[in-house]
């Protein structure tokens, strides 16, 4: 994975002290990014504008079929963390297994957590940001761009 802007949550901490070394801004989000599509492009750049570096949390599909349903995600991990880092403004992306990014958090300790506005201020990752010393930074909701939206459409256009 060297070279690559996948890494593993080891590599990721190790990078974090360097950044930390080097005064960077560290902002972490995370989601499952399944169907990547312009409302996610969005909030992946409004998280990039609050920091120097924006490291983020992608869902495994072991913890999208719990978490979301069972016949999601639609495009496998592998596909789903190279087009999120494919974005210039991605800097790192990893995978994680856990429903929540608390324990990722912990680890990575990022200056900025960017989170969806509709987990609101009070998110399961507020007490892990701020004990680290991190804000939350609550992003901006397009409700007319989701994925579910997405397949519903699909679904019933070719159900007709």
């Known amino acids: 994975m060297s070279g690559s802007k996948i890494k593993s949550l080891d590599e990721l901490i190790e990078i974090r ?5 080097e005064k960077k801004t560290v902002v972490t989000t995370n989601g499952s990014f ?4 312009a409302g996610h492009v969005r909030s992946l750049r409004e998280s990039k504008s609050q920091g120097d570096v924006l490291i983020v949390g992608i869902n495994s599909d072991k913890s ?9 995600p639609i495009v496998p991990e592998e596909q ?9 403004c ?6 994680f297994n856990e429903l929540n ?4 958090i912990e680890k990575i300790r990022p200056d900025v957590h960017a989170n969806g506005a ?6 399961v990752e507020k007490e892990a ?3 680290n010393g991190g804000r939350l930074h609550l992003l901006k909701k397009y409700d007319e761009i989701s994925t579910s939206g997405i397949i519903k459409k699909i679904l019933t256009t070719y159900k007709q």
């Open 17 to 21: 002290e360097k950044l930390r070394e």
């Open 34 to 37: 399944d169907i990547l599509h």
């Open 64 to 72: 999208v079929k719990v978490y979301k349903s069972p016949d999601r």
């Open 80 to 88: 789903r963390a190279e087009m999120v880092a494919a974005l210039q």
């Open 90 to 95: 991605v800097d790192y992306v990893f995978m």
């Open 101 to 104: 990014p608390i324990a990722f």
């Open 118 to 123: 509709d987990y609101g201020e009070n998110c």
């Open 129 to 131: 940001v701020l004990k």
